[in-house]
Structures are given as structure tokens and as C-alpha cells.
């Protein structure tokens, strides 16, 4: 008998409930487990990297932004890998994020193939 392969977990932390529903949903299909977030602060709120593999974080967000809360990460010590994703792509946003020091950076719409790579790579 072999020992089973524990989930990885994903954080989604995006405002748009609809992106949280079907993100939530595509990833348990391709065995993920996740939790769902709609604001940085909700986030940073619960403490909830215990636990976490990794996370998937909205770049536009009310309030605190994806990179303000990746920076926040950051300087607390954290090395939770996190992967932005964004509808609205621009390059000043895009070096922003990769010099956060973000696992990958995904623009909506992505394939799902995309997704599920980036995470794979961010986890191990």
C-alpha cells in the first residue's frame, strides 16, 4: 500500500466571488484544496499561511493590493510563494510584482494548463 500524497493547499485571495467560485472549483478538480479570501486583509486577519502551500493573489484589490500585501509578506519573513494574476496588465505593474519576488505572474484570462503549471512549479 502507498502512502498517499498529502493536497496542496491554495490560498485564493481575489474580490470578484465569481473568479473565487470557479478558481475554487477548477483547482479541487485538479486535486487542490483551497481557501478563499476576498481582500488582502481578510488575509492578513485570519493568519492563515499555516497550512498554506501556496497563494493566488489578485493584483487589484479594494483596499490593500496584491503587492502591498506580498511586500507585507515579504517583510514579515514569509516565503510562502505567491502567483498574482491580473485583468489588467501593464509592464510598470508587471515588474512591481516580479520584483516582489512572486513565483509567477498570470494574466486573466489564462489557460488552465498555466494555472496548474505555475502552481506546481511554486510548490515543488
Given at each position: 500500500m502507498s502512502a498517499?500524497?498529502?493536497q496542496r493547499v491554495v490560498a485564493i485571495v481575489d474580490?470578484?466571488?465569481?473568479?473565487?467560485?470557479?478558481?475554487?472549483?477548477?483547482?479541487?478538480?485538479?486535486?487542490?484544496?483551497?481557501?478563499?479570501?476576498?481582500?488582502?486583509?481578510?488575509w492578513l486577519d485570519h493568519g492563515a499561511s499555516a497550512g498554506t502551500d501556496c497563494m493566488l493573489v489578485d493584483?487589484?484589490?479594494g483596499g490593500i493590493s496584491?503587492?502591498?500585501?506580498?511586500?507585507?509578506?515579504?517583510a514579515s519573513g514569509s516565503t510562502l510563494p505567491v502567483i498574482f494574476m491580473t485583468k489588467h496588465y501593464d509592464k510598470a505593474t508587471q515588474?512591481?510584482?516580479?520584483?516582489?519576488g512572486c513565483a509567477s505572474f498570470l494574466c486573466k484570462p489564462f489557460r488552465t494548463t498555466e494555472l496548474i503549471e505555475a502552481?506546481?512549479?511554486?510548490?515543488g
Open positions: 498517499r500524497k498529502p474580490d470578484d466571488p465569481g473568479m473565487q467560485v470557479s478558481l475554487s472549483n477548477l483547482l479541487g478538480a485538479h486535486g487542490f484544496t483551497t481557501t478563499v479570501f476576498s481582500s488582502a486583509e481578510d493584483i487589484h484589490l496584491g503587492i502591498e500585501l506580498q511586500r507585507r509578506l515579504r515588474t512591481q510584482a516580479l520584483e516582489t502552481i506546481k512549479s511554486a510548490t
